[in-house]
Structures are given as structure tokens and as C-alpha cells.
T-cell receptor
Framework: NAGVTQTPKFRILKIGQSMTLQCTQDMNHNYMYWYRQDPGMGLKLIYYSVGAGITDKGEVPNGYNVSRSTTEDFPLRLELAAPSQTSVYFC??????????????FGNGTRLTVT | KNEVEQSPQNLTAQEGEFITINCSYSVGISALHWLQQHPGGGIVSLFMLSSGKKKHGRLIATINIQEKHSSLHITASHPRDSAVYICAVRSGRAGNQFYFGTGTSLTVIP
């Protein structure tokens, strides 16, 4: 199993540009999440999904969009990038809460700089 | 107030010391996770707990559901244990969201 695969690892955007962060998991997990991590801060939830076709906003959704057309894929779209979106982004997935032994799996992160 | 509080925020230890990191939470949970993040690195899961105690090598994690408290212990600490340790709780509510502590930055000096 590859786990959670997240691309790209690094990206520099100019203000106003757009990009998509890709996230794929091969563990048949229902729950997928996008977080951002700013220096010295905890992980903040951007969007989450409880299954294919179902997404919902997290704590900091402004400036982002997601889709979940399949169980495996959960891309994060940044429209009109702003310097405030400079951060490290993590995608994560986990099995259903009825699955007692289901660790939280993270992608390797995307370091995004908006200048 | 954060749903998950960790202490200490920063910790420096000499190699070989016994280390304890504490986590308290205020929400109903279905599970608690301990995560490790090395500088500039990804985040990996160390433990998932819903009760009792788990041990993996030199790492031990305990949880007290009644007191809403968990501890992560590292025995015979080593410089390679230097990392940020993050406590996360999985909410029992719809959406199964996670709440994260801000992390404990551990430095183990040789």
C-alpha cells in the first residue's frame, strides 16, 4: 500500500495564480481531510469529506475548494492565491469510526509559498 | 479555549532521560492519536488509543477516559527522538473531525 500520496511537495505561486494540490489514498478510507500548518500553530482543518460526493467546510475554508468524485481522490483547489495562503498543506485519511484500529494517515505535505 | 491542550510546549532532555508529554482534552472522543513530526518532515502516527495503554519499543502511551487525559512516555530518550509530538482526538460527532494540540517540541541532547 502506498498510503496517502500528496503532490506536489513544493510550489511557488504568484499572487492571483491558481493551483490544485492532489491527494490520493489506496486504503479505501471514507474520511479524508485537508489541513494547513502554519509555523508554531496547530493543524487547521480546511475541508473534509466523509465519502465520495460528500464534502464540508472546516475551520478555514475561504480561498479553497475541494471535490470528492471517488473514494481515492480528494484534490484541494486554490483560486486566486494570496500571501496568507503561504503554508504547509497536509492531506490525511482515516477509516470509519467503527474501525477501532484505524490510524490517521498523512501525506508528506506540500510547502506552498505565495509571493 | 482549545479542545486539546498539550504540555509542555517545549522540552529539552539529555540522552537517556525518561520523558513525559501530557495531553488533556475537553470533547467527547472515539479515539486519541499521538503523532510525530520531524523538522521539515511529514507526520506519522505513533499510537491510536481508545482505552488503557499501548507500548511500541521505547514509547508508551496511556489514556484515562474519565479524566480526559493522555500521556506519551519515551524511555531511554535518544537524539533521534527529537521531533514535534502532536496529540489529536477523534471526535465522536458526525464528520469524525479531529482536534489537534499545538504540539510539544522535543530536543534530546547527546
Amino acid at each position: 500500500n502506498a498510503g496517502v500520496t500528496q503532490t506536489p511537495k513544493f510550489r511557488i505561486l504568484k499572487i492571483g495564480q491558481s493551483m490544485t494540490l492532489q491527494c490520493t489514498q489506496d486504503m479505501n478510507h471514507n474520511y479524508m481531510y485537508w489541513y494547513r500548518q502554519d509555523p508554531g500553530m496547530g493543524l487547521k482543518l480546511i475541508y473534509y469529506s466523509v465519502g465520495a460526493g460528500i464534502t464540508d467546510k472546516g475551520e478555514v475554508p475561504n480561498g479553497y475548494n475541494v471535490s470528492r468524485s471517488t473514494t481515492e481522490d480528494f484534490p484541494l483547489r486554490l483560486e486566486l492565491a494570496a500571501p496568507s495562503q503561504t503554508s504547509v498543506y497536509f492531506c490525511a485519511s482515516v477509516g470509519g469510526s467503527g474501525v477501532r484500529n484505524s490510524p490517521l494517515h498523512f501525506g508528506n505535505g506540500t510547502r506552498l509559498t505565495v509571493t | 479555549k482549545n479542545e486539546v491542550e498539550q504540555s509542555p510546549q517545549n522540552l529539552t532532555a539529555q540522552e537517556g532521560e525518561f520523558i513525559t508529554i501530557n495531553c488533556s482534552y475537553s470533547v467527547g472522543i472515539s479515539a486519541l492519536h499521538w503523532l510525530q513530526q520531524h523538522p521539515g518532515g511529514g507526520i506519522v502516527s505513533l499510537f491510536m488509543l481508545s482505552s488503557g495503554k499501548k507500548k511500541h519499543g521505547r514509547l508508551i502511551a496511556t489514556i484515562n477516559i474519565q479524566e480526559k487525559h493522555s500521556s506519551l512516555h519515551i524511555t531511554a530518550s535518544h537524539p533521534r527522538d527529537s521531533a514535534v509530538y502532536i496529540c489529536a482526538v477523534r471526535s465522536g460527532r458526525a464528520g469524525n473531525q479531529f482536534y489537534f494540540g499545538t504540539g510539544t517540541s522535543l530536543t534530546v541532547i547527546p
